[in-house]
T-cell receptor
Framework: SQQGEEDPQALSIQEGENATMNCSYKTSINNLQWYRQNSGRGLVHLILIRSNEREKHSGRLRVTLDTSKKSSSLLITASRAADTASYFCAPLGSGNTGKLIFGQGTTLQVKP | DGGITQSPKYLFRKEGQNVTLSCEQNLNHDAMYWYRQDPGQGLRLIYYSQIVNDFQKGDIAEGYSVSREKKESFPLTVTSAQKNPTAFYLC????????????????FGSGTRLTVV
């Protein structure tokens, strides 16, 4: 099954700084999605980038995709304490029937 | 508002007991999924369903069962055969099964925390 591997596993920054999380995967994909999970809650879909896209923005989020390196990154600019959460990437493999496999995620702590 | 409702929020199971977790969605989504999350871990797929009256095993289906008799509902039963059921269970749905062109991700419920007592 296609699974993304996030790096680093944990990240701690000060409010106002930028946070960058990386994701690597192994096979070709149709799209790659990023999700956020606040402690004890369900996941929230943040952004989806298709295999023919290289960069996508949504508010303070910027996602890049490099299919030649099989990697993606999520950048959160001007972070806030409310961004404290776990972040997961989920690649949807080519020919996949829509089933997403989630890795262990990156735990982000933003200190006020 | 449309969304996914999981109930109960907390559930306690005695040894040898079967329990059923509820998952209901009013998003008119075709596909539904059940995941298990252990502390500090990622999500592992238990079962998924593409359409009504059809479902498939995920990576850790042993000790679990599901049904999909209605589009809106995808209940998960944790049976006594599941030896380590204490975990956080998440239900999700998606608008189109397998479409590579969809711009939509999964919608998740808020989870059920199951504890064996």
């Amino acid at each position: 099954s296609q699974q993304g591997e996030e790096d680093p596993q944990a990240l701690s920054i000060q409010e106002g700084e930028n946070a960058t999380m990386n994701c690597s995967y192994k096979t070709s994909i149709n799209n790659l999605q990023w999700y956020r999970q606040n402690s004890g809650r369900g996941l929230v879909h943040l952004i989806l980038i298709r295999s023919n896209e290289r960069e996508k923005h949504s508010g303070r989020l910027r996602v890049t995709l490099d299919t030649s390196k099989k990697s993606s990154s999520l950048l959160i600019t001007a972070s806030r304490a409310a961004d404290t959460a776990s972040y997961f990437c989920a690649p949807l493999g080519s020919g996949n029937t829509g089933k997403l496999i989630f890795g262990q995620g990156t735990t982000l702590q933003v200190k006020p | 508002d449309g969304g996914i409702t999981q109930s109960p929020k907390y559930l306690f199971r005695k040894e040898g007991q079967n329990v059923t977790l509820s998952c209901e969605q009013n998003l008119n989504h075709d596909a539904m999924y059940w995941y298990r999350q252990d502390p500090g871990q990622g999500l592992r797929l238990i079962y998924y369903s593409q359409i009504v009256n059809d479902f498939q095993k995920g990576d850790i289906a042993e000790g679990y069962s599901v049904s999909r008799e209605k589009k809106e509902s995808f209940p998960l039963t944790v049976t006594s055969a599941q030896k380590n059921p204490t975990a956080f269970y998440l239900c999700a749905s998606s608008i189109v099964w397998g479409s590579p062109t969809t711009n939509y991700g999964y919608t998740f419920g808020s989870g059920t925390r199951l504890t064996v007592v």
